[in-house]
């Protein structure tokens, strides 16, 4: 009994805790019916959304393009985005702030940041002594960080989707360069985090590129691998994938395409931007040289001129693409001085001759990264905007040997679409098809230690050891474990990039630190003073490279086993609870999987690093540990309490537990019965009954990071409220300006309908002086006083004037609704008298309409005519300035109370079923045809009829209504039978075009 009533128990918090997990589920979707992805670029982004009803869209601005510059222009009381920013960068260059992500992540000393301050002289950079970075300087009270400029612009974006969406979007994709390292990418999520966006991955712009691809061409995906090359060259920088499209068999839905990354190559400096600056400088010698005698200034020095420059070079990029020369002119680029030059295409191909050179560097790269040739390769696919230049084509044709390039694809929104796709699979409010997503690792990463060796008796030494966490190329997101067995106490491990020989010299001092961090390890000794009987199995660091490549050290544990007698006692409440929760969602343990990414589990023990070579008897030792057993990954103990025993079986990897097991197989299936069993097999069996008892213990952990120091969380949360406060201020100005915007319209408008004559026909000439008084007034106000008025002021302000035009404007209002409405209503009144009285005339056995019914329909008419014919009159008697007595809402109001009237007599005309008539004895109607009363033919009676019983006939008037040619026409030939016969279908006939 006790028992049954424990299970049912079980079952019911099992059930509790399937409602808990379902509960949760459509909370988080109650936030999340709509998804966006913010394509970053380095000019440009692209915004996109998915919703209900909305798959996979690009978002408009409010110019209504479908791509905004990633500008931002920053001042005292006011903030300018995309388009209005770019054209401020013209007036006011200083404030506006462009290609700025090119600072994210990098300290003060790193190529780049040098780089960006000779690009953009008129930008002032700060440097920050706590992480080492800079930031804009835009005034002394104006101060940003490169995270914060990108947190303003990720706002933005939200608020162009949510535009767009009309609803609230918190779920974002973000892409980023494929070859951003880990400081970066970490600045990319502080930044989101400011603009309090909840970021479910960031995808590396490639990727989402070749996922586009992918999802649009499922159908051409097999289990044949096809190799994919696309190189993107942006404004910012160039990179080269190598992608692999092949079907692959799933767990969760069977056969299903993927992509996986094979090799990447890239350039951080290549791209459309480097070529509009060596245009920029071109157009400023040809200026200079203009202007040569006149002791004029040079155009370099002047930052607005620069600014015209840069966009008119922009310009000339993209028209050369198609021409092979172009006049480029500026209106008054510095002191007035209008500015025209020829520029030729081959004088645009001989400025930029060493970045064509450098074209074919990213192919090269990919190819080696991924181990292929170009034989491999079967297409080559353009994206980027910088593809476009003609130079550009002409070379990678040549470097790919290809016959032609491949166009088939939107080079602008090809990575925005595909990140959308990504966020619609990674959101709980969408179900997609799936399309398996194998990343790869660009940067190596692995794990560094020193302990000490005894080499010779009494000798001893310390040994630095290196072992790969994350190899080149590897997929992720992965999960691994390094296991330490040569430690009982307190240590410290590194965590640092793997071999970056593939970057070259300038390449590697643009990535800055090759170190991520240090981790130190407290509690280790005490963890083994703790559990002195127990079989250590090492320290087990797990470590994550999550979905949006960025790692992280889960947690450090101390493991400890031992054995114990396997007693068949009944399982613990919570261990039973568990179960049963698990056999609710499907049965037994799973990996945990996803969708559009792997998620593998790994371990690895002290093993050899690649290429590494130790001595003899170093391999041996690393061969004895690497034999050691490997935790079982795939069923995490309960979550317990720290040190309590975590009871769980595990199957050992070692030779002799290996052996164990085959031994219990004969015994499992029964082959081997008691008999005969030797002492030594009933003493091993006695042994395989125990099981293996676990204990946990949990290591504290202290992080230096060493690459780039994070922002606190103080930190993070003054940035939000920074952007927040800014944000909150630009409402308040938008508001203000739309009310002041308001105010002066309504001004203006309101003194020329003044002028106009429905106005001064309802209006005396005093009520038109005071109006154009008080209106003169509150414009001087708005004029003198305005700027400084607060919205509330200029609300109330307006308020004000509307009430004193309101009873002017109603009267205006009305005039102009009267000739509609009394149509309307003559229509109405006309109509309801017409069916009235045919609803009077029908005939007392078909009527369908009550008396009372009827006289309800005539007194609304009555009464409408009346007070139509009542208050006309009494309009008609008062004077065009005072308020009228026929009002529009009124006439609307008499119009629904009889059509209402009208409408209840249809609807009950419409579903009343008409009465039966009377029926003679042979189920017909004794109505003789047309033919036998109007002509006096003979009716042959049916057999056994007599003369007495006679039909009843039609009354005289309906007889001579029929015409004459109705009569039925008389076959040749036909007999008194044949006409007998006929007579009863005739009058059939006749009947049936009589109800009609």
């Given at each position: ?832 008298s017409m069916f009235l009285k045919g609803a009077r005339l029908i005939p007392e056995m078909d009527q369908i309409f009550t008396e009372v019914e009827m006289t309800t329909l005539e007194k609304v008419i009555n009464e409408t005519w009346a007070w139509k014919n009542t208050t006309m009159a009494e309009q008609a008697k008062l004077p065009a300035t005072e308020r009228p007595v026929l009002l529009s809402k009124d006439i609307e109001a008499k119009m629904m109370a009889l059509d209402r009237e009208v409408q209840y007599l249809l609807n009950k005309a419409k579903f009343t079923k008409p009465r039966p008539r009377p029926k003679d004895k042979n189920g017909t109607r004794a109505e003789p045809p047309l033919n036998a009363s109007a002509h006096g033919e003979k009716v042959i009676r049916p057999p056994g009829q007599t003369e007495d019983t006679q039909p009843i006939s039609e009354p005289e008037k309906a007889t001579r209504s029929e015409p004459a040619d109705s009569e039925p026409l008389e076959l040749e030939g036909a007999g008194a039978e044949s006409e007998q016969k006929e007579q009863p279908t005739e009058q059939k006939r006749t009947l049936k075009n009589d109800e009609l």
């Amino acid at each position: 009994m006790a028992a049954s009533v424990r299970r049912q128990r079980l079952r019911r918090l099992a059930r509790w805790a399937l409602m808990a997990v379902l509960l949760a589920d459509l909370l988080a979707l109650s936030d999340t019916l709509a998804v966006m992805s913010v394509d970053l670029g380095s000019e440009s982004m692209k915004v996109a959304i998915v919703k209900p009803g909305v798959p996979m869209e690009i978002v408009l601005n409010k110019e209504s393009r479908r791509k905004t510059p990633v500008t931002v222009t920053l001042k005292e009381n006011e903030r300018f985005f995309g388009d209005s920013a770019a054209s401020m960068a013209i007036k006011n260059p200083k404030a506006t702030l462009r290609y700025f992500q090119q600072l994210l992540g990098k300290q003060e000393d790193n190529p780049h940041v040098a780089l960006y301050r000779v690009r953009f002289p008129e930008h002032e950079l700060g440097f920050d002594p706590q992480r080492q970075t800079v930031y804009f300087q835009i005034s002394p009270q104006l101060q940003f960080s490169p995270e914060e400029v990108l947190g303003m612009v990720l706002n933005y974006s939200r608020s162009l989707a949510e535009d767009f969406a009309e609803q609230p979007i918190k779920d974002a994709v973000i892409t980023v360069p494929a070859f951003f390292n880990q400081a970066e990418r970490r600045a990319v999520l502080q930044a989101a985090h400011m603009a309090g966006l909840k970021v479910l991955q960031l995808i590396n712009d490639n990727t989402a590129t070749a996922l586009s691809y992918g999802v649009f061409r499922r159908k051409d995906i097999n289990t044949t691998a096809q190799n994919i090359m696309f190189y993107d060259m942006g404004s910012g920088s160039t990179v080269c994938t190598i992608v692999t499209y092949q079907t692959v068999k799933t767990k969760e839905a069977g056969m299903q395409p993927q992509l996986q990354i094979r090799g990447v190559g890239f350039d951080r400096t290549l791209g459309g931007l480097e070529m509009e600056l060596r245009l920029r400088e071109h157009l400023a010698g040809l200026f200079n040289e203009q202007r040569k005698g006149q002791k004029a200034k040079d155009v370099r020095e002047n930052p607005r001129a620069m600014a015209k420059l840069l966009r008119e070079a922009n310009r000339l990029k993209t028209v050369l693409s198609a021409n092979v020369d172009h006049m480029a002119q500026i209106e008054g680029l510095m002191d007035d001085v209008d500015f025209k030059a020829k520029v030729t295409r081959v004088e645009f191909e001989e400025l930029c001759t060493d970045l064509f050179e450098r074209v074919p560097g990213p192919v090269q790269q990919a190819l080696q990264s991924a181990e292929m040739n170009l034989d491999e390769i079967e297409q080559v696919i353009l994206v980027g905007g910088a593809t476009r230049v003609p130079k550009v084509q002409e070379v990678l044709l040549k470097a790919v040997r290809k016959e032609e390039l491949g166009k088939n694809i939107n080079a602008d929104e090809a990575a925005a679409m595909g990140a959308v796709y990504q966020a619609a699979a990674l959101s709980k409010a969408f179900k997609v098809k799936p399309f398996v997503v194998r990343d790869a690792v660009i940067y190596p990463i692995l794990v560094e230690f020193t302990r000490e060796v005894e080499e010779e008796p009494g000798v001893h030494s310390l040994k630095h050891n290196k072992r790969i966490l994350f190899s080149r190329m590897g997929p992720y997101p992965q999960r691994k474990v390094i296991t330490f067995n040569r430690y009982s106490h307190d240590f410290n491990f590194h965590i640092n990039y793997g071999d970056l020989s593939f970057l070259g010299p300038e390449d590697l001092r643009v990535f800055g630190s090759q170190n991520l961090t240090t981790v130190k390890l407290k509690g280790v000794g005490e963890s083994f003073k703790k559990y002195p009987d127990y079989e250590s199995k090492g320290i087990k660091a797990h470590f994550h490279l999550d979905e949006s490549g960025v790692l992280s050290l889960v947690r450090v544990e101390s493991v400890f086993e031992t054995l114990v007698e396997d007693n068949p006692e009944e399982e613990s409440t919570l261990t039973k609870l568990g179960n049963t929760i698990s056999s609710l969602f499907g049965g037994g343990t799973t990996s945990d999987t996803k969708e559009n990414g792997t998620d593998t589990v790994q371990e690895e023990e002290e093993s050899p690093a690649q290429g590494s070579k130790d001595e003899p008897g170093e391999q041996a030792e690393l061969k004895e540990e690497a034999e050691a057993p490997v935790e079982d990954t795939s069923q995490p103990p309960p979550p317990e309490p720290k040190g309590d025993a975590a009871p769980e079986r595990e199957q050992a990897t070692d030779k002799e537990n290996g052996e164990k097991s085959e031994a219990q197989k004969p015994s499992e299936k029964g082959e081997t019965g008691s008999e005969g069993i030797s002492p030594a097999l009933e003493e091993e069996k006695k042994q395989n009954l125990a099981r293996k008892q676990r204990m946990v213990e949990e290591i504290g952990v202290e992080l230096v990071v060493l690459d780039l120091p994070d922002l606190s969380e103080d930190e993070l949360a003054r940035s939000a409220q920074k952007l927040q406060d800014l944000t909150v201020r630009d409402l308040e100005k938008q508001e203000r300006e739309k009310a002041a915007n308001s105010l002066e319209a309504f001004i203006f408008e309101t003194q020329d309908k003044l002028y106009q004559p429905e106005y001064q026909e309802v209006s005396t000439e005093e009520q038109r002086e005071e109006i154009s008084g008080r209106l003169s007034a509150a414009s001087t106000w708005l004029e003198d006083e305005g700027f400084g008025a607060t919205t509330v002021m200029l609300k109330e302000k307006l308020a004000e004037l509307r009430k004193l035009c309101q009873a002017l404007f109603f009267r205006v209002e009305e005039r102009k609704k009267w000739p509609e409405r009394l149509s309307a209503l003559d229509n109405l009144l006309n109509h309801s008298s017409m069916f009235l009285k045919g609803a009077r005339l029908i005939p007392e056995m078909d009527q369908i309409f009550t008396e009372v019914e009827m006289t309800t329909l005539e007194k609304v008419i009555n009464e409408t005519w009346a007070w139509k014919n009542t208050t006309m009159a009494e309009q008609a008697k008062l004077p065009a300035t005072e308020r009228p007595v026929l009002l529009s809402k009124d006439i609307e109001a008499k119009m629904m109370a009889l059509d209402r009237e009208v409408q209840y007599l249809l609807n009950k005309a419409k579903f009343t079923k008409p009465r039966p008539r009377p029926k003679d004895k042979n189920g017909t109607r004794a109505e003789p045809p047309l033919n036998a009363s109007a002509h006096g033919e003979k009716v042959i009676r049916p057999p056994g009829q007599t003369e007495d019983t006679q039909p009843i006939s039609e009354p005289e008037k309906a007889t001579r209504s029929e015409p004459a040619d109705s009569e039925p026409l008389e076959l040749e030939g036909a007999g008194a039978e044949s006409e007998q016969k006929e007579q009863p279908t005739e009058q059939k006939r006749t009947l049936k075009n009589d109800e009609l």
